[in-house]
Protein backbone atom coordinates (compact mmCIF):
# COMPACT_ATOMS: atom_id res chain seq x y z
CA UNK A 1 0.00 0.00 0.00
CA UNK A 2 1.18 3.47 -0.27
CA UNK A 3 2.22 5.50 2.97
CA UNK A 4 2.76 9.13 2.65
CA UNK A 5 5.79 10.54 4.17
CA UNK A 6 5.82 14.18 5.89
CA UNK A 7 8.59 16.49 5.42
CA UNK A 8 10.28 15.87 8.92
CA UNK A 9 10.47 12.33 8.15
CA UNK A 10 12.18 12.39 4.70
CA UNK A 11 15.35 12.16 5.64
CA UNK A 12 14.76 8.68 6.45
CA UNK A 13 13.02 7.96 3.20
CA UNK A 14 15.66 9.51 1.02
CA UNK A 15 13.17 12.68 0.38
CA UNK A 16 10.60 10.16 -0.83
CA UNK A 17 6.93 12.12 0.11
CA UNK A 18 5.40 8.22 -0.76
CA UNK A 19 6.78 4.84 -0.18
CA UNK A 20 4.81 1.10 -1.03
CA UNK A 21 4.87 -0.93 2.12
CA UNK A 22 3.03 -3.90 2.52
CA UNK A 23 1.47 -5.22 6.02
CA UNK A 24 -1.69 -6.58 7.26
CA UNK A 25 -2.14 -4.03 10.28
CA UNK A 26 -1.04 -0.64 11.18
CA UNK A 27 1.82 -2.16 13.31
CA UNK A 28 2.64 -4.54 10.58
CA UNK A 29 3.34 -1.05 8.40
CA UNK A 30 4.82 0.36 10.67
CA UNK A 31 7.83 -2.42 11.36
CA UNK A 32 8.13 -2.94 7.83
CA UNK A 33 8.73 0.88 7.38
CA UNK A 34 11.14 0.91 9.72
CA UNK A 35 13.41 -2.32 8.40
CA UNK A 36 13.43 -0.48 4.94
CA UNK A 37 14.27 2.67 6.90
CA UNK A 38 15.66 2.33 9.89
CA UNK A 39 15.12 4.54 12.78
CA UNK A 40 12.13 5.95 11.46
CA UNK A 41 9.13 4.14 13.61
CA UNK A 42 11.00 5.31 16.93
CA UNK A 43 9.77 8.91 15.95
CA UNK A 44 6.44 7.93 15.17
CA UNK A 45 5.60 5.58 18.16
CA UNK A 46 6.51 5.35 21.29
CA UNK A 47 8.39 2.43 22.85
CA UNK A 48 4.88 1.43 24.63
CA UNK A 49 3.59 1.15 20.83
CA UNK A 50 1.56 3.98 21.16
CA UNK A 51 1.45 6.92 18.32
CA UNK A 52 3.53 10.38 19.71
CA UNK A 53 1.26 13.16 20.84
CA UNK A 54 2.08 15.46 17.74
CA UNK A 55 1.82 13.12 15.64
CA UNK A 56 -1.62 11.37 13.80
CA UNK A 57 -1.56 8.35 11.55
CA UNK A 58 -4.93 8.48 8.99
CA UNK A 59 -6.06 5.94 6.80
CA UNK A 60 -7.63 6.55 3.53
CA UNK A 61 -9.50 10.17 5.48
CA UNK A 62 -9.60 8.23 8.93
CA UNK A 63 -7.88 9.09 11.62
CA UNK A 64 -6.30 5.85 13.67
CA UNK A 65 -5.21 5.67 17.37
CA UNK A 66 -4.18 2.11 17.58
CA UNK A 67 -1.32 0.75 15.61
CA UNK A 68 -3.12 -2.93 15.73
CA UNK A 69 -6.19 -1.91 13.25
CA UNK A 70 -6.05 -3.65 10.38
CA UNK A 71 -5.40 -2.27 6.96
CA UNK A 72 -6.30 -3.55 3.02
CA UNK A 73 -3.90 -3.55 0.51
CA UNK A 74 -5.42 -0.88 -1.83
CA UNK A 75 -5.30 1.57 1.64
CA UNK A 76 -3.51 4.93 1.74
CA UNK A 77 -1.75 5.58 4.99
CA UNK A 78 -0.83 9.08 5.88
CA UNK A 79 1.34 10.08 8.61
CA UNK A 80 0.81 13.57 9.89
CA UNK A 81 2.68 16.03 12.19
CA UNK A 82 0.54 18.17 14.16
CA UNK A 83 2.51 20.85 14.17
CA UNK A 84 1.87 23.46 16.90
CA UNK A 85 3.74 26.48 18.23
CA UNK A 86 6.21 28.88 17.29
CA UNK B 1 40.15 11.78 54.76
CA UNK B 2 41.62 14.25 52.24
CA UNK B 3 42.25 12.71 49.02
CA UNK B 4 45.40 13.81 46.71
CA UNK B 5 44.65 16.61 44.15
CA UNK B 6 44.92 15.31 40.40
CA UNK B 7 47.05 17.40 38.31
CA UNK B 8 45.50 18.27 35.03
CA UNK B 9 47.87 20.16 32.85
CA UNK B 10 46.22 23.30 31.37
CA UNK B 11 45.12 23.53 27.45
CA UNK B 12 46.12 25.89 25.23
CA UNK B 13 44.31 24.92 21.99
CA UNK B 14 41.20 26.81 20.22
CA UNK B 15 37.98 25.96 21.42
CA UNK B 16 34.73 25.11 19.78
CA UNK B 17 31.62 25.76 21.79
CA UNK B 18 29.13 23.42 21.01
CA UNK B 19 25.39 25.10 21.05
CA UNK B 20 22.06 23.46 21.74
CA UNK B 21 19.40 25.64 21.16
CA UNK B 22 15.39 25.12 20.35
CA UNK B 23 15.41 25.19 17.13
CA UNK B 24 19.26 23.79 15.97
CA UNK B 25 22.70 23.18 17.06
CA UNK B 26 25.68 25.31 16.17
CA UNK B 27 29.59 25.28 16.53
CA UNK B 28 31.66 28.73 17.55
CA UNK B 29 35.07 28.15 16.87
CA UNK B 30 38.08 30.08 17.88
CA UNK B 31 41.49 31.08 16.98
CA UNK B 32 44.42 30.19 20.18
CA UNK B 33 43.87 33.28 21.91
CA UNK B 34 39.94 32.79 21.76
CA UNK B 35 39.50 36.41 20.34
CA UNK B 36 38.04 35.88 17.33
CA UNK B 37 35.18 33.29 16.98
CA UNK B 38 33.18 31.83 13.74
CA UNK B 39 30.17 30.39 13.97
CA UNK B 40 28.33 27.20 11.68
CA UNK B 41 25.64 27.18 9.61
CA UNK B 42 23.01 25.26 11.53
CA UNK B 43 23.33 21.60 11.96
CA UNK B 44 19.71 19.89 12.18
CA UNK B 45 18.04 23.12 11.71
CA UNK B 46 14.26 23.01 13.72
CA UNK B 47 15.61 20.23 15.87
CA UNK B 48 15.45 20.74 19.77
CA UNK B 49 18.97 20.16 20.89
CA UNK B 50 19.18 19.99 24.75
CA UNK B 51 23.17 18.63 24.97
CA UNK B 52 26.13 18.41 22.59
CA UNK B 53 28.70 16.89 23.97
CA UNK B 54 32.53 15.98 22.67
CA UNK B 55 34.16 12.82 24.24
CA UNK B 56 37.32 14.27 25.86
CA UNK B 57 38.96 10.51 25.38
CA UNK B 58 39.26 10.84 21.64
CA UNK B 59 38.17 14.54 20.98
CA UNK B 60 36.78 13.24 17.79
CA UNK B 61 33.29 11.82 18.62
CA UNK B 62 30.52 14.08 19.84
CA UNK B 63 27.27 13.18 20.82
CA UNK B 64 24.23 14.99 20.31
CA UNK B 65 20.88 15.07 22.10
CA UNK B 66 17.62 15.84 19.65
CA UNK B 67 14.00 15.82 18.95
CA UNK B 68 11.11 18.16 17.60
CA UNK B 69 8.11 19.10 18.21
CA UNK B 70 6.21 16.06 16.90
CA UNK B 71 8.72 13.41 16.58
CA UNK B 72 10.31 11.37 19.18
CA UNK B 73 13.63 11.62 20.75
CA UNK B 74 17.21 10.11 19.32
CA UNK B 75 20.42 10.88 19.58
CA UNK B 76 22.75 11.79 16.63
CA UNK B 77 26.17 11.06 16.75
CA UNK B 78 29.44 12.16 14.72
CA UNK B 79 33.10 10.10 14.85
CA UNK B 80 34.90 13.01 12.73
CA UNK B 81 34.73 15.70 14.80
CA UNK B 82 31.08 17.50 14.12
CA UNK B 83 31.65 16.66 10.01
CA UNK B 84 29.35 13.95 9.85
CA UNK B 85 26.67 12.97 11.55
CA UNK B 86 24.63 9.56 11.94
CA UNK B 87 20.84 8.36 14.56
CA UNK B 88 21.55 5.92 16.92
CA UNK B 89 20.91 2.38 16.24
CA UNK B 90 18.57 2.35 18.91
CA UNK B 91 17.94 5.98 21.40
CA UNK B 92 17.06 5.14 25.08
CA UNK B 93 13.87 4.43 25.17
CA UNK B 94 12.05 2.45 28.59
CA UNK B 95 11.16 -1.51 28.31
CA UNK B 96 8.14 -2.01 26.90
CA UNK B 97 5.41 -3.08 29.50
CA UNK B 98 2.93 -6.05 29.57
CA UNK B 99 -0.36 -5.09 28.05
CA UNK B 100 -2.59 -3.40 30.25
CA UNK B 101 0.52 -2.13 32.53
CA UNK B 102 1.24 2.24 32.18
CA UNK B 103 4.40 2.53 30.66
CA UNK B 104 7.19 5.50 30.48
CA UNK B 105 8.07 7.16 27.33
CA UNK B 106 11.26 8.83 27.02
CA UNK B 107 10.15 12.53 25.83
CA UNK B 108 13.32 13.51 25.41
CA UNK B 109 17.07 13.14 25.59
CA UNK B 110 18.17 15.67 28.17
CA UNK B 111 22.00 14.95 29.93
CA UNK B 112 24.79 13.27 28.36
CA UNK B 113 28.07 12.23 29.73
CA UNK B 114 31.03 10.34 28.67
CA UNK B 115 32.38 8.11 31.03
CA UNK B 116 35.92 6.97 32.44
CA UNK B 117 39.02 7.12 30.58
CA UNK B 118 39.00 3.60 31.29
CA UNK B 119 35.83 2.62 29.71
CA UNK B 120 36.40 3.61 26.13
CA UNK B 121 32.86 4.38 24.28
CA UNK B 122 30.82 3.92 27.74
CA UNK B 123 28.43 6.82 27.67
CA UNK B 124 26.05 7.51 30.30
CA UNK B 125 22.38 9.41 29.20
CA UNK B 126 19.60 11.27 31.78
CA UNK B 127 16.43 11.12 30.06
CA UNK B 128 12.46 13.51 30.67
CA UNK B 129 10.70 11.71 32.28
CA UNK B 130 13.74 10.73 34.62
CA UNK B 131 15.53 7.76 33.38
CA UNK B 132 19.25 6.29 33.50
CA UNK B 133 20.70 4.99 30.37
CA UNK B 134 24.05 4.05 29.16
CA UNK B 135 25.88 3.01 25.77
CA UNK B 136 28.84 0.75 25.47
CA UNK B 137 29.38 1.53 21.79
CA UNK B 138 30.10 5.19 21.64
CA UNK B 139 26.58 6.70 21.40
CA UNK B 140 25.22 3.63 18.73
CA UNK B 141 23.04 1.81 20.92
CA UNK B 142 21.74 2.68 24.64
CA UNK B 143 19.76 0.56 26.98
CA UNK B 144 18.44 1.54 30.76
CA UNK B 145 21.60 1.64 32.90
CA UNK B 146 20.88 0.01 36.80
CA UNK B 147 17.60 -0.48 38.80
CA UNK B 148 16.66 3.12 39.13
CA UNK B 149 14.25 3.49 36.44
CA UNK B 150 11.88 0.88 37.49
CA UNK B 151 12.53 0.75 41.25
CA UNK B 152 9.07 1.52 43.23
CA UNK B 153 11.13 3.35 45.25
CA UNK B 154 12.56 5.87 42.79
CA UNK B 155 9.85 5.72 40.73
CA UNK B 156 8.33 7.61 43.46
CA UNK B 157 10.72 10.17 44.52
CA UNK B 158 11.10 10.63 40.60
CA UNK B 159 7.49 12.11 40.52
CA UNK B 160 5.46 12.55 37.18
CA UNK B 161 5.21 14.51 34.42
CA UNK B 162 3.85 17.12 36.84
CA UNK B 163 6.26 17.14 39.33
CA UNK B 164 9.26 18.39 37.64
CA UNK B 165 10.23 21.42 35.03
CA UNK B 166 7.63 22.92 32.61
CA UNK B 167 8.65 20.61 29.70
CA UNK B 168 9.05 17.27 31.90
CA UNK B 169 11.35 16.42 34.74
CA UNK B 170 14.93 16.06 33.84
CA UNK B 171 17.75 13.76 35.29
CA UNK B 172 21.30 15.44 34.22
CA UNK B 173 24.21 15.97 36.35
CA UNK B 174 25.76 12.52 35.78
CA UNK B 175 28.78 12.57 37.06
CA UNK B 176 31.81 9.70 37.16
CA UNK B 177 34.91 10.05 39.19
CA UNK B 178 37.95 10.11 37.46
CA UNK B 179 39.68 7.92 39.77
CA UNK B 180 37.00 5.01 39.69
CA UNK B 181 34.41 4.50 36.86
CA UNK B 182 32.40 2.80 39.33
CA UNK B 183 31.92 5.94 41.68
CA UNK B 184 28.96 7.98 40.10
CA UNK B 185 26.55 10.59 41.03
CA UNK B 186 23.07 11.88 39.36
CA UNK B 187 20.91 14.40 39.79
CA UNK B 188 17.08 14.37 39.45
CA UNK B 189 15.16 17.69 39.10
CA UNK B 190 13.14 16.81 41.46
CA UNK B 191 14.35 13.69 43.50
CA UNK B 192 17.54 15.17 44.27
CA UNK B 193 21.21 13.87 43.98
CA UNK B 194 22.20 9.93 44.22
CA UNK B 195 25.62 8.16 44.76
CA UNK B 196 26.75 5.00 43.76
CA UNK B 197 30.03 3.52 44.82
CA UNK B 198 29.39 0.09 42.75
CA UNK B 199 28.74 0.92 39.08
CA UNK B 200 25.06 1.50 39.69
CA UNK B 201 24.19 -1.56 41.49
CA UNK B 202 23.28 0.05 44.32
CA UNK B 203 22.59 4.47 45.09
CA UNK B 204 21.78 5.83 48.10
CA UNK B 205 20.44 9.85 48.52
CA UNK B 206 22.72 11.97 49.42
CA UNK B 207 20.08 14.68 50.68
CA UNK B 208 21.44 15.94 54.01
CA UNK B 209 21.97 19.51 54.43
CA UNK B 210 20.37 20.75 51.84
CA UNK B 211 16.86 22.58 51.88
CA UNK B 212 14.09 22.32 50.17
CA UNK B 213 10.75 24.84 49.68
CA UNK B 214 9.01 26.30 53.03
CA UNK B 215 6.74 23.28 54.18
CA UNK B 216 8.12 20.03 53.29
CA UNK B 217 10.28 17.60 54.20
CA UNK B 218 13.73 17.71 53.41
CA UNK B 219 14.67 14.10 54.44
CA UNK B 220 12.01 13.13 51.15
CA UNK B 221 14.29 13.21 48.17
CA UNK B 222 11.04 13.87 45.81
CA UNK B 223 10.97 17.43 47.51
CA UNK B 224 14.65 18.41 46.23
CA UNK B 225 15.48 20.33 43.50
CA UNK B 226 19.16 20.10 42.29
CA UNK B 227 19.47 22.46 39.34
CA UNK B 228 23.12 21.48 38.56
CA UNK B 229 25.83 19.63 40.44
CA UNK B 230 29.41 19.46 39.25
CA UNK B 231 32.40 17.48 40.61
CA UNK B 232 35.62 19.40 40.66
CA UNK B 233 38.21 18.01 38.29
CA UNK B 234 41.19 19.01 40.21
CA UNK B 235 39.86 17.11 43.91
CA UNK B 236 37.10 14.96 42.56
CA UNK B 237 36.07 14.60 46.38
CA UNK B 238 34.57 18.38 46.44
CA UNK B 239 31.41 19.04 44.48
CA UNK B 240 29.43 22.29 44.17
CA UNK B 241 25.59 22.54 43.43
CA UNK B 242 23.34 25.09 42.52
CA UNK B 243 19.86 24.29 43.84
CA UNK B 244 16.34 25.23 43.56
CA UNK B 245 16.76 26.34 47.24
CA UNK B 246 20.21 27.85 47.19
CA UNK B 247 23.78 27.41 46.70
CA UNK B 248 26.18 24.17 48.15
CA UNK B 249 29.41 22.35 48.80
CA UNK B 250 30.18 19.11 49.48
CA UNK B 251 33.43 17.76 51.02
CA UNK B 252 33.57 14.16 50.58
CA UNK B 253 33.64 11.77 52.37
CA UNK B 254 31.48 13.90 54.52
CA UNK B 255 27.58 13.71 53.08
CA UNK B 256 26.36 16.75 54.38
CA UNK B 257 25.81 19.81 51.73
CA UNK B 258 26.85 23.52 53.30
CA UNK B 259 24.91 26.08 51.68
CA UNK B 260 27.69 27.91 50.71
CA UNK B 261 25.13 30.84 49.05
CA UNK B 262 24.58 31.87 52.29
CA UNK B 263 27.31 34.35 51.68
CA UNK B 264 25.85 35.72 48.92
CA UNK B 265 25.14 39.39 48.77
CA UNK B 266 21.29 39.55 50.00
CA UNK B 267 19.77 41.48 47.41
CA UNK B 268 20.98 38.95 44.97
CA UNK B 269 20.16 35.65 46.89
CA UNK B 270 21.58 32.03 45.34
CA UNK B 271 19.14 30.94 43.23
CA UNK B 272 19.91 30.31 39.77
CA UNK B 273 20.36 27.24 37.11
CA UNK B 274 24.30 27.04 36.14
CA UNK B 275 27.15 26.04 37.94
CA UNK B 276 30.56 25.67 37.03
CA UNK B 277 33.98 24.85 38.48
CA UNK B 278 37.53 25.46 37.64
CA UNK B 279 39.09 22.66 35.81
CA UNK B 280 42.86 23.28 38.32
CA UNK B 281 41.32 25.03 41.65
CA UNK B 282 38.54 23.09 43.62
CA UNK B 283 38.35 26.48 45.62
CA UNK B 284 37.03 28.56 42.57
CA UNK B 285 33.62 28.10 40.95
CA UNK B 286 30.87 30.47 39.20
CA UNK B 287 27.03 30.60 39.33
CA UNK B 288 24.73 33.10 37.54
CA UNK B 289 22.25 34.16 39.44
CA UNK B 290 18.33 34.59 38.62
CA UNK B 291 15.59 36.42 40.53
CA UNK B 292 14.16 33.68 42.52
CA UNK B 293 11.23 35.73 44.12
CA UNK B 294 7.86 35.88 44.53
CA UNK B 295 6.36 34.03 40.98
CA UNK B 296 10.54 33.15 39.76
CA UNK B 297 10.60 35.46 37.17
CA UNK B 298 13.68 33.39 36.54
CA UNK B 299 15.50 36.08 34.81
CA UNK B 300 18.83 38.19 35.86
CA UNK B 301 17.95 40.32 38.87
CA UNK B 302 17.00 43.82 38.37
CA UNK B 303 17.79 42.85 34.75
CA UNK B 304 21.28 43.23 35.26
CA UNK B 305 23.37 40.09 34.42
CA UNK B 306 26.20 38.86 36.13
CA UNK B 307 28.19 35.76 37.28
CA UNK B 308 29.62 35.75 40.69
CA UNK B 309 32.44 34.08 41.48
CA UNK B 310 34.08 32.61 44.85
CA UNK B 311 37.98 32.13 45.19
CA UNK B 312 37.26 30.33 48.35
CA UNK B 313 35.25 27.80 48.13
CA UNK B 314 32.03 30.21 48.74
CA UNK B 315 33.19 31.95 51.63
CA UNK B 316 32.98 34.51 49.79
CA UNK B 317 31.25 36.10 46.70
CA UNK B 318 32.67 38.77 43.60
CA UNK B 319 30.42 40.02 41.18
CA UNK B 320 31.41 40.16 37.68
CA UNK B 321 29.50 42.09 35.31
CA UNK B 322 32.23 44.09 33.16
CA UNK B 323 30.95 44.49 29.68
CA UNK B 324 27.18 42.58 29.89
CA UNK B 325 24.56 45.07 29.64
CA UNK B 326 24.44 47.43 32.30
CA UNK B 327 20.49 47.20 32.41
CA UNK B 328 17.41 45.85 30.75
CA UNK B 329 18.96 42.87 29.77
CA UNK B 330 15.55 40.16 31.06
CA UNK B 331 17.61 36.78 30.27
CA UNK B 332 18.30 33.63 31.65
CA UNK B 333 20.83 31.17 31.61
CA UNK B 334 20.25 27.50 31.21
CA UNK B 335 21.48 24.92 33.63
CA UNK B 336 23.75 23.72 30.85
CA UNK B 337 24.61 26.80 29.47
CA UNK B 338 27.34 28.22 31.15
CA UNK B 339 30.62 26.33 30.50
CA UNK B 340 34.45 26.77 30.90
CA UNK B 341 37.89 25.87 28.88
CA UNK B 342 40.69 23.96 30.45
CA UNK B 343 43.07 26.60 29.57
CA UNK B 344 45.78 28.29 32.19
CA UNK B 345 43.49 31.38 32.81
CA UNK B 346 39.92 29.74 32.15
CA UNK B 347 37.85 31.05 29.72
CA UNK B 348 33.86 31.22 30.60
CA UNK B 349 31.15 31.05 28.10
CA UNK B 350 27.47 31.80 28.53
CA UNK B 351 24.54 31.20 26.72
CA UNK B 352 21.08 32.80 27.18
CA UNK B 353 17.53 31.91 26.54
CA UNK B 354 17.81 35.44 24.03
CA UNK B 355 20.11 33.74 22.21
CA UNK B 356 23.35 35.67 22.85
CA UNK B 357 26.94 33.77 23.33
CA UNK B 358 29.33 35.65 25.95
CA UNK B 359 32.55 34.68 26.83
CA UNK B 360 35.11 36.11 29.06
CA UNK B 361 39.06 34.91 28.28
CA UNK B 362 39.79 35.87 31.99
CA UNK B 363 37.90 34.15 35.00
CA UNK B 364 35.20 36.55 34.12
CA UNK B 365 36.83 39.59 34.76
CA UNK B 366 35.47 40.94 31.69
CA UNK B 367 32.91 39.79 29.03
CA UNK B 368 32.25 39.84 25.61
CA UNK B 369 28.94 38.91 23.54
CA UNK B 370 30.82 36.71 20.83
CA UNK B 371 27.36 35.60 18.96
CA UNK B 372 23.83 36.79 18.83
CA UNK B 373 20.42 36.42 17.30
CA UNK B 374 20.53 32.39 17.40
CA UNK B 375 17.34 30.39 18.87
CA UNK B 376 16.83 30.01 22.51
CA UNK B 377 20.18 28.78 23.98
CA UNK B 378 19.74 25.42 26.28
CA UNK B 379 23.31 23.92 26.55
CA UNK B 380 27.09 25.01 26.22
CA UNK B 381 29.66 22.87 25.81
CA UNK B 382 33.78 24.10 25.67
CA UNK B 383 35.55 21.70 24.09
CA UNK B 384 39.01 21.25 22.24
CA UNK B 385 38.56 19.15 19.07
CA UNK B 386 41.07 16.88 17.94
CA UNK B 387 42.32 17.11 14.45
Known sequence: MTVHIPGALRSYTAHKGEVQIDGATLAEVLTALDRRFPGIRFRIITEQDTIRPHIRIFVNEEQRHDVAAPLQDTDRVYIVCALSGG | MKSPAISLNPTAGPIALLIGTRKGAFTLKSDRARRTWKLSAPLFLGHIIHHIVCDPRDRRTMLMAASTGHLGPTIFRSTDAGK?????????????????????????????????????????????????FRSEDGGATWKPFSYINDDPQYREWMGSIQDGTPDGPKLHSI??????????YFAMSGGGVHESTDGGKTFVPLLEGLDVVEGFAPTTATFHDPHCVRLCPSNP????????????????????????????????????????????????????????????????????????????????????????????????????????????????????????????????????????????IYSVEASELGR
Open chain 2, 84 to 132: TWKESATPPAFPKVPEGEKGRSVGHVFWLTPCHANEPNVWYAGTSPQGL
Open chain 2, 175 to 184: LVDPRNPKHL
Open chain 2, 237 to 376: DRLYQQNHCGIYRLDRPSDTWLRIGKNMPKKIGDIGFPMVVHPHNADIAWVFPMDGQTVWPRVSPDGKPAAYVTRNAGKRWTRQDKGFPRSNAWWTVKRQAMSNDAHETVGLYVGTTQGEIWASRNEGATWTCIARHLPE
